[in-house]
């Protein structure tokens, strides 16, 4: 399930459990003084994805436990590994991008502990995340960091539920709000359109080399037809040769055994006449 989505966003309050000593701040927690293992408290959250927390939170990874919902698995994470290194007043820092197999969440806090933190796809830039962070860090801060200072659990969703849907909401394509996003995504777009052409080029080139070979084989078939067809002549020629001949020979010979016989009985009948004038002759002598 890794993507480039805007899951949800939430409000946090920590609270240390260091025990080396009172903090310098007056007004809350100061973030130097968290410990690895501080309390979180859910202050507000806003769930981008309508169907996100029915679903279970997103299974296990970086959740855990699939029983718990997905606020409850962030304050964990944020927990177990809070920001640090703010000292500065009124500024968000301290930025962490933790990872599971699906999810990754992008967390941040300022110096007297009001963490705010987004759940995105493994896609969804970290740097846009944080600059979400950074952009609903003023507002929110304005609007609610007195109240976050002693809000219960979950109490402030509804009042905060306006202004993290905006951001929310502008966030949700990070190419519309990230240069170096949109870059990425008209490079992979070219490079997909370009392995496309590249696929379709090759299989021009197989048909090509098919039809090439197709012909190379028409070619071989139409010399062995030509040449088959030559033999086929002479053989037929000679045999209308051989057949003119045997049907001269029927005919000479026919003619000769027609004629033969009337020949020889012109020449016995002329010499038969002959005889009958010499004859007749010598009886007229007499």
């Known amino acids: 399930m890794s993507d480039n989505k805007l899951r949800c966003a939430l409000v946090y309050r920590l609270d240390s459990t260091s025990t080396s000593g009172p ?14 293992n501080s309390s979180t408290t859910l202050l507000a959250k806003y769930d981008h994805a309508s169907d996100y927390e029915g679903s279970g939170g997103g299974g296990s990874g970086l959740y855990g436990d699939r029983e718990k919902n997905y606020a409850e698995a962030v304050g964990m994470v944020v927990g ?25 969440v992008v967390y941040g806090a300022d110096s007297e502990g009001l963490c705010l933190a987004i759940v995105t796809g493994l896609k969804y830039p970290s740097r846009t995340a944080i600059s979400m962070l950074t952009e609903l ?15 219960t659990t979950n109490s402030l969703t509804k009042k905060s539920k306006p202004l993290l849907k905006q951001l929310c909401t502008k966030y949700d394509d ?105 004859f007749l002759e010598e009886l007229g002598e007499a």
């Open 23 to 36: 903090s310098d701040s007056t007004d809350g927690i100061a973030l130097s003084n968290l410990s690895s």
């Open 137 to 151: 860090y003023t507002p929110y801060s304005e609007q609610f960091s007195l109240q976050s200072k002693s809000a």
């Open 80 to 104: 177990n590994d809070p920001p640090s290194g703010v000292a500065e007043e009124s500024v968000l820092g301290g930025f962490k991008v933790v990872m599971s197999d699906m999810h990754q």
């Open 174 to 278: 990070s190419t519309k709000v990230d240069k170096a996003s949109a870059l990425n995504s008209k490079v992979e777009a070219v490079q997909a359109t370009m392995q496309d052409n590249i696929a379709a080029m090759l299989k021009n080139t197989e048909q090509a080399e098919s039809l090439a070979e197709r012909s190379n084989q028409l070619n071989e078939q139409a010399n062995v037809f030509q040449k088959k067809s030559k033999d086929l002549k002479k053989q037929m020629r000679c045999k209308n040769i051989k057949m003119t001949i045997i049907l001269v020979t029927l005919v000479v010979g026919v003619l000769v055994i027609i004629l033969v016989p009337l020949i020889v009985r012109a020449k016995n009948a002329a010499k038969g006449g002959r005889m009958l004038r010499g």
